[in-house]
């Protein structure tokens, strides 16, 4: 406790003593401005002009904030637009796809459903019948199969290789014409009466090989097969496949009309 308040005297003492320090320094400084005084001379100077060009009118228009805000909105629009028509472009090439899509769908089917099979068989049956006629227009350069087969005694004549060869031209004949009536919707509407001979064609054969019909070539000789319907089959083929590889080329773009088919 003693020494606590010998402590306390000591701070006491020492601020007494840094107060006394300081007003005699004040006192020393306020003696001495009194004895010196220092001459001060006011000097007038001439207020300084800063040369400044005349501000344009149209500057401040142009760089004002009603113009920038202008040009903001310009610019926004613009971008929009733009996104707009992209993106409107990209809807009609996706439209534009989709509907080449189906197009190619549907040749597709035209070509696997009916023209493909036809031609197979038909150039089958080309063969065939060819072995089967050259053989005999040896001896008759005007040598037509159904006329031929009107002539039952020609007919009975014929050997097991050329019964064996008419048998598969009939049977040839029977699924042409029923690949005929079940896939006529896919066929072009400028072959179908070409078609419609070659059905009656291979009708007529069949009943001309069994003996269902009388000999009269004068009647039935424009019941012989349509010598056109080939040429005309590839032409259709060779359309198709065009059609198909123009679309998938350019999958996203509206093309024309497919081309008619020429015969």
């Not at 006394?20 to 006192?27: G, N, Y």
């Amino acid at each position: 406790m003693d020494k606590v308040v010998v402590a306390h005297k000591l701070v006491v003492a020492a601020v007494v003593v840094m107060f006394a320090v300081a007003w005699m320094s004040i006192s020393a400084s306020a003696q001495t401005q009194g004895q010196t005084s220092l001459p001060i001379e006011i000097v007038k100077i001439a207020p300084v002009k800063l040369d400044q060009p005349p501000r344009s009118i149209w500057r401040d228009i142009l760089t004002g904030p009603v113009l920038s805000g202008i040009a903001s909105a310009i610019a926004s629009t613009i971008v929009a637009l733009i996104g707009v028509r992209m993106a409107l472009r990209n809807t009609q090439a996706t439209l534009y796809q989709k509907s080449n899509e189906a197009e190619v769908k549907e040749l597709q089917a035209r070509l696997n459903e009916f023209y493909g099979p036809f031609n197979q068989i038909s150039r089958e049956n080309e063969l065939v019948s060819r072995e089967f006629r050259d053989r005999h227009k040896k001896n008759d350069p005007n040598f037509r199969t159904l006329i031929a087969l009107l002539n039952e005694q020609w007919r009975t004549t014929l050997d097991k290789s050329d019964k064996a060869l008419l048998d598969r031209m009939i049977q040839n004949g029977s699924d042409l014409r029923k690949l005929i009536r079940d896939k006529s919707g896919l066929v072009d509407v400028k072959i179908v009466p070409i078609l419609a001979k070659a059905a009656a064609h291979f009708a007529v054969l069949e009943m001309a090989s069994k003996g269902e019909i009388e000999a009269e070539p004068g009647r039935f000789d424009q019941y012989v097969y349509p010598r056109d319907l080939d040429p005309a089959i590839e032409k259709e083929i060779d359309r198709l496949n065009d059609r198909i590889r123009t679309l998938l080329s350019e999958p996203g773009k509206k093309h024309p009309p497919m081309r008619p088919l020429s015969l």
